[in-house]
């Protein structure tokens, strides 16, 4: 080939590519860049020193429009004709199809125009990897860590903000949904129908001996919530069972009062219940005995969806038929799955720790947090010995499990503040008909969270300090 170089100097340059030339495949700068080598020649000459080269990517051998922005890369040091520069068209530019290189040059101590080269040179295959930075040209296994965070991956949480459309069914684990169709779900029947994590500690230790004033002996391992009930679990279960609310689980005082975290729309039959803002993770309150035991008949069922029957709040842990509320006799079944914690099994999972695990003389603690002195009434998260009780929070319930440091032998936190939780039905004030209330709250102060403090509360009665917290036997 002949050109005319910027010195009118007539000279034949060869660059030799295709076949005879090395396209390297290692990255350079950037993901999309790769190094390019050839030899220059002038009059059968190897070229030498530095010159500047004009790269243009077509997809056409002969005619067309560039596909990428040409690049200029001067002073590209030549030895003995051969060269290697770095070339980068970006990702978009090689998209698989042949691409040809339209090659120019002038020297490098000039500002003249650039001579073409031709013909174009034909890419050989190694630039096309670049291609498989792309999704279109992907074939076979790529890392985790080269998928976009967009993209959904199998073992791992999912927050999806758009439609989505499945073809088939949705399973679950067995234990809760089957072969739903979601086109034929509203929104409200779909949060009727999640079920909620509750979060369990267990206590072991079975058969311990009782505490001075009798109590805490339990003969059983059994598991008890880590946290109080709060109200997005609260607000699950009456969107499942209460779009008509024949048992009142819902306190119609709830909307207005701060103290509460759940409000109601709609009309009965189509009620929907929200979490007010701010209130999700503050425990569940102005809720009776009888709502939690039917809470706890809807844990026993596997949290189903419908009205309150015997399938989903009248039956299953407790049996609450007209005849047993009548006579406040109401008592756990054998074979309860989840129930509301007896008086013992409250105090046990507060106060006890064996004193060869490191517990106080007689394997109690005089306060729920493993301590001998009366808890510290400060803002969360506070120390080890914190809790909320009257009156540094405003006196308003904090989120359940703020207090991070503050917890049990076992492993529960809040049972020295927050509120005061209702446990199960105790024969020792059978004539009363009344139900004990155990632990601290913001109500009152820190000596309410002892051993020997608790109260006692007819089953009618819901207060915005009381809440409660569920047991369950232990999973084999």
């Known amino acids: ?145 080269q998928l976009s965070t967009n993209v959904a991956r199998l073992d791992t949480e999912q927050t999806f903000r758009n439609t989505v459309t499945f073809a088939g069914g949705i399973r679950g684990d067995g234990s809760a949904l089957s072969n739903v169709v979601a086109t034929q779900l509203s929104a409200r029947l779909m949060e009727r129908l999640w079920r909620i994590p509750i979060p369990f500690v267990t206590v072991t230790n079975a058969g311990n001996p009782a505490d001075v004033n009798g109590k805490g002996a339990v003969a059983y391992d059994f598991r008890i919530g880590k946290y109080e009930v709060n109200n997005i679990q609260y607000a699950a279960f009456l969107n499942a069972v209460a779009a008509d609310d024949p048992h009142s689980l ?21 009620y929907f219940y929200a979490v007010k803002p701010g209130m999700g993770h503050r425990p569940a309150v102005l809720v009776d005995f009888y709502d939690v035991l039917r809470f706890c008949n809807w844990l026993h ?113 809040d049972q020295g503040g927050n509120v005061q939780e209702w446990t199960e039905w105790t024969s020792e004030f059978q004539p009363l008909r009344n139900r004990r209330i155990r632990g601290g709250s913001w109500y009152y102060n820190e000596f309410y969270t002892g051993t020997n403090d608790y109260e006692f509360d007819t089953t009618d009665y819901d207060s915005e300090s009381i809440g409660f917290r569920v047991a369950g036997r232990v999973e084999r």
């Not at 009118?8 to 495949?25: P, Y």
């Not at 691409?99 to 073409?116: K, M």
């Not at 819902?250 to 709609?266: C, K, L, Q």
């Not at 306060?367 to 009434?377: K, T, W």
């Open 1 to 145: 080939m002949k050109l005319r170089t910027p010195t009118v100097l007539v000279a034949t340059l060869l660059l030799l590519c295709g076949a005879t030339s090395r396209v390297a495949a290692q990255v350079a700068v950037t993901p999309s860049a790769f190094t390019y080598q050839g030899r220059l020649l002038e009059n059968g000459v190897s070229a030498q020193g530095a010159h500047d080269l004009k790269f243009s990517l077509f997809g056409d051998g002969t005619d067309g429009a560039p596909l990428a922005a040409s690049l200029t890369n001067t002073a590209v040091a030549i030895s003995n004709g051969v060269f290697t520069t770095t070339l980068d068209f970006g990702v978009d530019a090689l998209t698989g199809a042949i691409s040809w290189l339209e090659i120019a040059v002038r020297p490098g101590n000039s500002n003249g125009e650039f001579t073409i080269l031709n013909p174009r040179q034909k890419l050989t295959p190694s630039p096309y990897s670049i291609f498989t930075l792309k999704a279109a040209s992907l074939s076979g296994s790529l890392p985790d860590s």
């Open 250 to 270: 819902y306190n119609t005082n709830s909307a207005a009062d701060i103290h509460s975290g759940v409000e109601r729309s709609g009309v009965a039959g189509e």
């Open 301 to 413: 069922h596997g949290q189903p969806s419908g009205a309150q029957d015997a399938t989903t709040t009248e039956d299953g842990a407790y049996t609450l038929t007209p005849e047993a509320l009548a006579a406040e006799n109401v008592l756990r079944n054998p074979g309860a799955r989840y129930w509301l914690p007896s008086d013992d099994e409250w105090y046990k999972a507060a106060y006890h720790q064996p004193v060869d695990l490191g517990g106080d003389f007689g394997n109690y603690w005089p306060y729920p947090y493993r301590n001998i002195d009366a808890p510290i009434s400060e803002p969360p998260p506070g120390g080890v010995n914190s809790a909320n009780t009257c009156c540094e929070t405003g006196r308003l319930a904090t989120d359940v499990g703020a207090y991070t440091q503050s917890r049990t032998f076992y492993g529960t936190y």
